[in-house]
């Protein structure tokens, strides 16, 4: 049997342990790193649906080379992705013997990328004596895990350390150095999980609160601290405490009726500039779900509007922020409109932007 | 190498989320209030049984039914199948074989516990033939007679929700809401053809497994004239009102917050083939030539529809964009020089019916009308049905929309062929796209079926609805969607009582 339910989350992602193992390094060389290839799953699926449609094509009666090969994705391909999935057609292609040309006279072989909301569908057309012969290949787009989306520069040093398909709720750097890492809450099959990474970006401790018997809820509101070794959960109407050393030990209470919603959340992250020690507030503006969202830093004290603010675009809405260890860093939560992924940044207040 | 596979969505995102950038302060969500919706059906059905595939009733149908029924599965906006009311699922390797588990502890809106035999019992209404549906062991099997690889995409969209049928016929739900109150249509005394808005009033299900909604009501009007909605909309009598195609662009330029969809309805021309004298292929050749779908789409519904070439739209089959429909009123002259003197839409005129409700279908028929004129083509329209209370004449050409209800092209077009090809055996039973492109293009080459546009689905959203993120193939979420009660200062009057937003009175309606 395949099994296909709860569709595996990567929980950890590169970009994460590559950030830990750097920690200590420069972040613009961590940003190169980070734009390494890195070869996964993906490669072999895109090769696999490629090859498909290449011994299709290929065993086109009477088709024969060199044929000018046109490429028309869906207007949402980029120019790079198109360019790998072509590289990879020329060549399976060519290995099956059909030449290909850049010469404008030669037959053309016209090929379609589109993407449905379940599929990617790849589509081959040429014309072969008098008739139009076509050839059409698919592939789950499940399969095929997004990209990270670059990081733009900006005035903020912003780096982002960790995503995950499944909402993040809150974000909490733990411990430092060797045995730093991060712990956050995910919204996951509904229910929210507490897990404890390491400084490679391994998942240490997971804790379910669904062991408190806690209620689904729509509010995508929840917040992590540590006192004292305990770790607190607070939720609209709800506190739930926790001990890593025990999952099955999740306590909860003060639940009030599910539609009384918190008032008050975490308060403003503020930031120490590490070039004169002022302080810098995070001000996150807008909550509408499919808007990029500019986050804003502005000097303490000052108005949003200010001419001041340092911005700091973010890929789509910002879920949450909260302080890092270093004062000079926060967390950002955001889900990228792109990927449709959460992921954590760490932006730092760096002197001289 | 790793691929941005999404960003399909943020394009679609960006280009149909035509929605004005509302400055607001972060702020939590907010429970409470009732949300005002309005809808151009005049009425609708929350038993999905009874749903006719692809027809426009269907579309309302099924927006409101999601507020009342959860499906085995749903799909995000980034492709992935997830789970709803299963919480996990296997196949064997062909895809014919496939095991559900349910989710333990979820409770329809009555308190009684979701079973196997409830989901059973609901996709053998809705899954049709073909499909062998058991419980088992906490879930249930399904076994298809062919591989299915498509059971999720169908399993996440159209009728196939999870109900319990109650002794007396009606259903529950273990979705967010559930029914408290329901007007039905009635006839207005002064004018018994004419009917008034119904009203469906939807509370919020406090024990909805997948979490309260954060309104308490929703509070559906039904049959709402298009520029009625429109101006519920703008004096905040609606939150969220459904907006025609060719209102669209007054509605930009007012200011109003729009939202649209993927395209979600075909506009088509349908020949009969039941008459004694159906048309023949030179007719049919030439209508098709002698359309003009840029001017239908660009001109008549202002850029808000698509011209349509195909069956399937591209965002469905992925292959739409290879059928192309040249207008070419040279040959369809040539066509038509060559048909005999007594044949349709020669010296007798070929009659068009308008089968899809409201002006705007019977202003696209008259298009065609003229089309075919410029073609030296006979085509007269006749009235549409809901206009004219005498029996309609037998028409060899009809104008009809379909309205595309599940996100599995295979489904789709097996729906198309049954409700549009009757007596053509025509069973889909391949998920290939290549299968199912030469399928189509031999169903469009016999040019009995004439696309002509495509209609996104488009809404109106007040300033007052956060959250609102309706999937780009149109499924509203409302569940998900707060009010900001300081943007909507209204107090809402209904017929269900006098309530003020935020403090909704606690009605104790009736369940489904």
Known sequence: MQFCGKTGSKTISKHFRLFWILSSAAAWVMNCCFSLPAMTDDDVLVRETVQKLAERVAAIPGLHGPLRLEWHPDANWSEGEGGHWQGIVRAELEKRALSLTEDAGAPALDLFAAETPAQVVLTAKTRVADRNEVRIVSVARALLSPISPPVAPVRLERQMIYENENRILDALSVGSGAEGGLALLLYKNFEIVALRLDSKGAVRDSVSLSAANLKPSRDPHAELSVRAGLNSVQLSGKVCEFLWEAPAEVKCHGERSASAAKSEWRGDVLLASPCDGSTWKLVNSGSEPNARQVLQVVPGGALPETNAAVLSEFPGPIIGTNRERNPDSALVIARSLRSGNYEIYKITLACGN | ?512
């Open chain 2, 1 to 512: 190498m790793r691929f941005t596979r999404s960003r399909w969505l943020a394009a679609i995102s960006a280009a149909v989320v035509a929605l004005a950038c509302v400055s607001a302060q972060a702020a939590p969500p907010r429970y409470g209030g009732t949300l005002h919706v309005k809808l151009r059906a005049s009425s609708v059905s929350l038993d999905p049984r009874e749903w006719i595939p692809g027809s426009l009733s269907s579309s309302a149908s099924e927006k409101l039914a999601s507020l009342v029924y959860d499906r085995l599965v749903t799909l995000d906006d980034r492709a992935r199948f997830q789970p709803a009311l299963a919480a996990e699922w296997s196949h064997d390797a062909a895809g014919r074989n496939w095991q559900f588990r349910l989710r333990s502890g979820v409770r329809f809106s009555d308190g009684g516990v979701l079973t196997p035999a409830d989901a059973v019992a609901s996709l053998q209404a809705t899954l049709g033939k073909g499909f062998e549906v058991t419980p088992a062991e906490n879930g249930v099997t399904i076994r298809a007679a062919h591989p299915v690889s498509d059971l999720l995409a169908q399993l996440a969209s159209g009728r196939n929700f999870i109900f319990r049928v109650q002794p007396d016929g009606t259903l529950l739900g273990t979705g967010p809401f559930f029914v408290a109150e329901s007007v039905a249509v009635a006839p207005v005394e002064a004018n018994p053809s004419a009917t008034k808005p119904a009203k469906v009033k939807f509370q919020a299900n406090e024990g909805a497994w997948s979490g309260r909604p954060f309104v308490d009501f929703v509070d559906v009007t039904l049959g709402e004239p298009p520029l009625r909605q429109l101006l519920d909309l703008q004096v905040g009598k609606a939150d969220i009102a459904e907006i025609a195609p060719d209102l669209v662009r007054k509605g930009r330029l007012e200011g109003v917050r729009i939202w649209s969809s993927l395209p979600r309805t075909l506009v088509a021309l349908r020949f009969d083939d039941g008459l004694a004298s159906p048309a023949s292929d030179q007719l049919r050749e030439a209508l098709w030539l002698a359309l003009d779908r840029d001017t239908m789409a660009n001109v008549l519904l202002q850029r808000e529809a698509q011209p349509a070439d195909s069956l399937l739209p591209q965002w469905l089959s992925g292959y739409a964009s290879l059928f192309e429909s040249p207008m070419n009123l040279q040959r369809a002259r040539e066509l038509r020089a060559a048909f005999s003197a007594g044949a349709p839409g020669a010296a007798q005129p070929l009659r068009l019916r308008v089968d899809a409700p409201g002006d705007l279908f019977k202003l696209m028929g008259e298009r065609v009308a003229v089309n075919a004129r410029q073609a030296n083509l006979l085509v007269q329209v006749a009235l549409p049905l809901s206009a004219s209370n005498s029996p309609v004449p037998a028409a060899g050409l009809h104008l009809f929309a379909w309205h595309y209800d599940s996100l599995s092209p295979r489904t789709e077009l097996e729906d198309f062929l049954k409700q549009l090809r009757e007596g053509t055996n025509l069973p889909v039973n391949t998920t290939d796209p290549e299968q199912l492109f030469v399928q189509e293009r031999r169903l469009l080459e016999e040019r009995r079926i004439l696309p002509l546009v495509l209609l996104p689905e488009y809404a109106g959203v007040r300033a007052n609805v956060h959250n609102w993120n309706a999937s780009a193939w149109g499924d509203w979420r409302l569940a998900d969607v707060w009010l900001d009660d300081s943007e909507d200062p209204m107090t809402t009057k209904t017929p269900m009582g006098t309530q003020k937003n935020g403090s909704p009175a606690r009605n104790q309606g009736a369940r489904p």
